[in-house]
Protein backbone atom coordinates (compact mmCIF):
# COMPACT_ATOMS: atom_id res chain seq x y z
CA UNK A 1 0.00 0.00 0.00
CA UNK A 2 1.32 3.30 -1.18
CA UNK A 3 1.39 6.21 1.62
CA UNK A 4 1.21 9.55 0.72
CA UNK A 5 2.54 11.70 2.79
CA UNK A 6 1.81 15.55 4.05
CA UNK A 7 3.84 18.74 3.76
CA UNK A 8 4.80 18.27 7.87
CA UNK A 9 5.99 14.46 7.08
CA UNK A 10 8.02 15.62 3.80
CA UNK A 11 9.89 18.49 6.19
CA UNK A 12 10.97 15.38 8.58
CA UNK A 13 12.07 13.25 6.02
CA UNK A 14 13.76 16.33 4.70
CA UNK A 15 15.21 16.35 7.72
CA UNK A 16 16.62 12.75 8.52
CA UNK A 17 17.52 12.95 4.51
CA UNK A 18 20.42 15.64 5.79
CA UNK A 19 21.43 13.67 8.32
CA UNK A 20 22.25 11.16 6.19
CA UNK A 21 23.42 14.39 3.64
CA UNK A 22 25.80 15.70 6.19
CA UNK A 23 26.99 12.51 7.09
CA UNK A 24 27.94 12.07 3.76
CA UNK A 25 30.23 15.03 3.34
CA UNK A 26 31.91 14.31 6.36
CA UNK A 27 33.17 10.72 4.95
CA UNK A 28 33.89 12.90 1.71
CA UNK A 29 37.10 14.53 3.38
CA UNK A 30 38.20 10.58 5.26
CA UNK A 31 37.72 9.04 1.47
CA UNK A 32 41.44 7.90 0.32
CA UNK A 33 43.66 5.13 -0.05
CA UNK A 34 45.12 3.70 3.05
CA UNK A 35 40.96 4.30 5.26
CA UNK A 36 39.39 1.10 6.07
CA UNK A 37 35.49 0.73 5.46
CA UNK A 38 35.34 -0.22 9.52
CA UNK A 39 36.55 3.29 10.51
CA UNK A 40 34.23 4.80 8.13
CA UNK A 41 31.49 3.56 9.26
CA UNK A 42 32.30 4.26 13.22
CA UNK A 43 32.89 8.01 12.02
CA UNK A 44 29.25 7.98 10.62
CA UNK A 45 27.65 6.42 13.23
CA UNK A 46 28.90 8.88 15.97
CA UNK A 47 28.38 11.74 13.51
CA UNK A 48 25.04 10.56 13.10
CA UNK A 49 24.20 10.47 16.89
CA UNK A 50 25.75 13.46 17.22
CA UNK A 51 22.91 15.09 15.24
CA UNK A 52 20.47 13.96 17.29
CA UNK A 53 19.40 10.76 15.08
CA UNK A 54 20.27 6.84 15.06
CA UNK A 55 21.71 4.56 12.32
CA UNK A 56 18.66 3.87 9.78
CA UNK A 57 20.20 0.38 8.57
CA UNK A 58 21.97 -0.73 11.70
CA UNK A 59 19.54 -3.78 13.21
CA UNK A 60 17.17 -3.64 10.52
CA UNK A 61 16.67 -7.25 8.47
CA UNK A 62 19.93 -8.21 11.11
CA UNK A 63 22.19 -5.39 9.08
CA UNK A 64 25.26 -4.99 11.30
CA UNK A 65 26.13 -1.59 10.22
CA UNK A 66 25.32 1.75 9.79
CA UNK A 67 27.04 1.93 6.32
CA UNK A 68 27.27 -0.10 3.45
CA UNK A 69 30.26 0.36 1.30
CA UNK A 70 30.42 -1.41 -1.40
CA UNK A 71 33.70 -1.32 -3.68
CA UNK A 72 34.52 -1.80 -7.10
CA UNK A 73 32.30 -5.26 -8.59
CA UNK A 74 30.16 -5.26 -5.24
CA UNK A 75 27.11 -3.02 -6.48
CA UNK A 76 25.16 -2.41 -2.91
CA UNK A 77 25.27 -3.88 0.52
CA UNK A 78 28.80 -4.17 0.79
CA UNK A 79 29.40 -4.80 4.67
CA UNK A 80 32.22 -2.36 6.47
CA UNK A 81 35.68 -4.48 6.31
CA UNK A 82 39.11 -3.78 7.24
CA UNK A 83 40.61 -3.76 4.02
CA UNK A 84 42.17 -0.69 3.33
CA UNK A 85 40.70 1.29 0.81
CA UNK A 86 42.93 1.65 -2.40
CA UNK A 87 43.94 3.99 -4.98
CA UNK A 88 41.73 3.81 -8.12
CA UNK A 89 39.03 2.04 -5.99
CA UNK A 90 35.54 3.59 -6.55
CA UNK A 91 33.21 3.39 -3.28
CA UNK A 92 29.92 3.03 -3.22
CA UNK A 93 28.31 4.51 0.42
CA UNK A 94 25.04 4.10 1.13
CA UNK A 95 23.55 5.23 4.91
CA UNK A 96 20.51 5.50 6.35
CA UNK A 97 19.22 7.64 9.72
CA UNK A 98 16.31 7.70 11.64
CA UNK A 99 15.22 10.88 13.04
CA UNK A 100 11.72 11.34 14.93
CA UNK A 101 10.84 8.32 13.53
CA UNK A 102 11.41 9.19 9.75
CA UNK A 103 13.75 7.44 7.38
CA UNK A 104 16.72 9.12 5.30
CA UNK A 105 18.46 6.95 2.93
CA UNK A 106 21.03 8.07 0.26
CA UNK A 107 24.22 7.20 -0.98
CA UNK A 108 27.17 8.36 -3.42
CA UNK A 109 29.74 6.38 -5.22
CA UNK A 110 33.54 8.23 -4.36
CA UNK A 111 36.56 7.97 -6.22
CA UNK A 112 39.45 6.78 -3.62
CA UNK A 113 42.71 8.96 -5.77
CA UNK A 114 43.02 8.49 -9.55
CA UNK A 115 40.41 6.41 -10.69
CA UNK A 116 40.08 4.91 -14.70
CA UNK A 117 38.63 7.33 -17.07
CA UNK A 118 36.73 4.79 -18.19
CA UNK A 119 34.85 3.66 -14.37
CA UNK A 120 34.97 7.83 -13.57
CA UNK A 121 32.46 7.69 -17.05
CA UNK A 122 30.29 4.58 -15.23
CA UNK A 123 29.95 7.12 -12.09
CA UNK A 124 29.21 10.16 -13.89
CA UNK A 125 26.39 8.41 -16.29
CA UNK A 126 25.10 6.75 -13.34
CA UNK A 127 24.50 10.09 -11.48
CA UNK A 128 22.78 11.63 -14.67
CA UNK A 129 20.76 8.83 -15.14
CA UNK A 130 19.84 9.52 -11.63
CA UNK A 131 18.75 13.16 -11.91
CA UNK A 132 16.91 11.86 -15.67
CA UNK A 133 15.01 9.60 -13.28
CA UNK A 134 14.09 12.19 -10.70
CA UNK A 135 13.25 14.78 -13.80
CA UNK A 136 10.24 11.93 -14.33
CA UNK A 137 9.03 12.06 -11.32
CA UNK A 138 6.30 14.60 -11.67
CA UNK A 139 2.53 14.85 -11.90
CA UNK A 140 0.92 13.20 -15.07
CA UNK A 141 3.86 10.07 -15.08
CA UNK A 142 3.82 6.87 -13.94
CA UNK A 143 6.32 5.16 -12.11
CA UNK A 144 7.39 3.31 -15.62
CA UNK A 145 8.26 6.73 -16.81
CA UNK A 146 11.46 7.31 -13.90
CA UNK A 147 12.95 3.45 -14.76
CA UNK A 148 12.64 3.96 -18.40
CA UNK A 149 14.49 7.57 -17.97
CA UNK A 150 17.46 5.49 -15.57
CA UNK A 151 17.49 2.69 -18.38
CA UNK A 152 17.71 5.10 -21.44
CA UNK A 153 20.49 7.02 -20.42
CA UNK A 154 22.42 4.05 -18.97
CA UNK A 155 22.09 1.80 -21.92
CA UNK A 156 22.93 4.49 -24.87
CA UNK A 157 26.12 3.96 -23.12
CA UNK A 158 26.33 0.12 -23.43
CA UNK A 159 26.26 -0.03 -19.52
CA UNK A 160 23.72 -2.90 -17.82
CA UNK A 161 20.89 -1.63 -15.99
CA UNK A 162 20.48 -4.06 -12.38
CA UNK A 163 17.45 -5.65 -12.10
CA UNK A 164 16.95 -7.61 -8.67
CA UNK A 165 17.50 -4.26 -6.42
CA UNK A 166 15.22 -1.50 -6.85
CA UNK A 167 14.63 2.14 -5.26
CA UNK A 168 11.33 2.25 -3.28
CA UNK A 169 9.05 4.41 -1.14
CA UNK A 170 10.42 5.95 1.99
CA UNK A 171 8.73 7.09 5.61
CA UNK A 172 8.27 5.76 8.95
CA UNK A 173 9.46 2.42 7.29
CA UNK A 174 13.06 2.53 5.49
CA UNK A 175 11.33 0.60 2.58
CA UNK A 176 7.66 1.46 1.85
CA UNK A 177 5.78 0.76 -1.40
CA UNK A 178 5.98 1.14 -4.51
CA UNK A 179 9.16 -0.73 -5.75
CA UNK A 180 11.14 1.56 -8.18
CA UNK A 181 12.70 -0.29 -10.75
CA UNK A 182 15.51 1.20 -12.49
CA UNK A 183 14.39 0.21 -15.65
CA UNK A 184 10.44 0.36 -17.11
CA UNK A 185 8.18 1.09 -19.82
CA UNK A 186 6.98 4.33 -20.68
CA UNK A 187 3.16 5.12 -19.79
CA UNK A 188 3.27 2.54 -17.46
CA UNK A 189 2.85 1.38 -13.88
CA UNK A 190 1.35 3.59 -11.04
CA UNK A 191 0.14 7.45 -11.32
CA UNK A 192 2.61 9.42 -9.80
CA UNK A 193 0.66 11.80 -7.01
CA UNK A 194 1.92 14.37 -5.04
CA UNK A 195 2.59 13.26 -1.39
CA UNK A 196 4.73 10.14 -2.78
CA UNK A 197 8.43 10.15 -1.78
CA UNK A 198 10.44 7.50 -2.98
CA UNK A 199 14.45 6.69 -2.61
CA UNK A 200 15.18 6.86 -6.87
CA UNK A 201 18.81 4.67 -6.65
CA UNK A 202 20.12 3.80 -9.96
CA UNK A 203 22.77 0.77 -10.26
CA UNK A 204 24.20 0.86 -13.12
CA UNK A 205 27.31 -1.72 -14.37
CA UNK A 206 30.10 -1.35 -16.65
CA UNK A 207 29.18 -4.78 -18.26
CA UNK A 208 26.25 -7.00 -17.71
CA UNK A 209 23.34 -6.12 -15.22
CA UNK A 210 23.31 -9.59 -13.73
CA UNK A 211 24.42 -9.31 -10.42
CA UNK A 212 24.68 -12.57 -7.54
CA UNK A 213 24.56 -12.13 -3.50
CA UNK A 214 28.01 -13.69 -1.66
CA UNK A 215 27.90 -16.26 1.19
CA UNK A 216 27.60 -13.28 3.97
CA UNK A 217 23.96 -12.82 2.78
CA UNK A 218 24.84 -9.45 1.94
CA UNK A 219 27.20 -8.40 -0.60
CA UNK A 220 25.58 -8.00 -4.14
CA UNK A 221 28.67 -8.33 -6.94
CA UNK A 222 28.41 -8.22 -10.75
CA UNK A 223 28.75 -11.70 -11.73
CA UNK A 224 31.72 -10.42 -14.46
CA UNK A 225 33.58 -8.85 -11.75
CA UNK A 226 33.42 -5.30 -13.32
CA UNK A 227 32.73 -2.06 -12.06
CA UNK A 228 29.06 -1.00 -10.83
CA UNK A 229 28.28 2.62 -9.57
CA UNK A 230 25.19 3.50 -7.06
CA UNK A 231 23.83 7.12 -6.58
CA UNK A 232 20.43 7.63 -4.19
CA UNK A 233 18.70 10.43 -3.80
CA UNK A 234 15.11 11.15 -1.42
CA UNK A 235 12.90 13.06 -3.12
CA UNK A 236 8.87 14.18 -2.88
CA UNK A 237 6.47 14.83 -5.09
CA UNK A 238 5.14 18.51 -4.43
CA UNK A 239 2.68 20.76 -6.17
CA UNK A 240 3.55 18.16 -9.01
CA UNK A 241 7.20 18.65 -9.31
CA UNK A 242 10.19 16.53 -7.63
CA UNK A 243 11.49 18.22 -4.87
CA UNK A 244 14.87 16.46 -3.92
CA UNK A 245 15.18 15.97 0.01
CA UNK A 246 18.78 15.20 0.02
CA UNK A 247 21.51 16.58 -1.26
CA UNK A 248 25.17 16.23 -2.33
CA UNK A 249 26.13 19.69 -1.67
CA UNK A 250 27.92 18.71 1.42
CA UNK A 251 30.08 16.37 -0.45
CA UNK A 252 31.15 18.84 -3.28
CA UNK A 253 31.87 21.22 -0.71
CA UNK A 254 34.22 18.77 1.08
CA UNK A 255 35.65 17.82 -2.68
CA UNK A 256 35.78 20.81 -3.62
CA UNK A 257 33.98 20.13 -6.81
CA UNK A 258 31.46 22.29 -8.96
CA UNK A 259 28.95 20.29 -10.07
CA UNK A 260 27.77 22.39 -12.76
CA UNK A 261 31.03 22.14 -14.19
MG1 LIG B 1 20.27 3.39 0.25
MG1 LIG C 1 17.35 2.86 -0.73
Not at 231 to 253: K, R
Request: charged fraction near 25%; proline fraction near 5%; aromatic fraction near 6%.
Amino acid sequence: MIKLKSASEIEKLREAALVVSRTLGMLAKEIKPGVKPVDLDRMAEDYIRQQGAEPGFKGLYGCPSTLLISKNETVVHGLPTDIPLQEGDVVSIDCGSILNGYYGDHAYTFEVGEVDPAVKKLLEVTKESLYLGIEAFRAGNRLGDIGFAIQKHAESHGYGVVRELVGHGIGTKLHEDPQVPNYGKPGKGKMLKNGLVLAIEPMITMGTYRVKQLSDGWTINTVDGKPAAHFEHDVALVDGEPQILSTYDYIYEALGINPDD
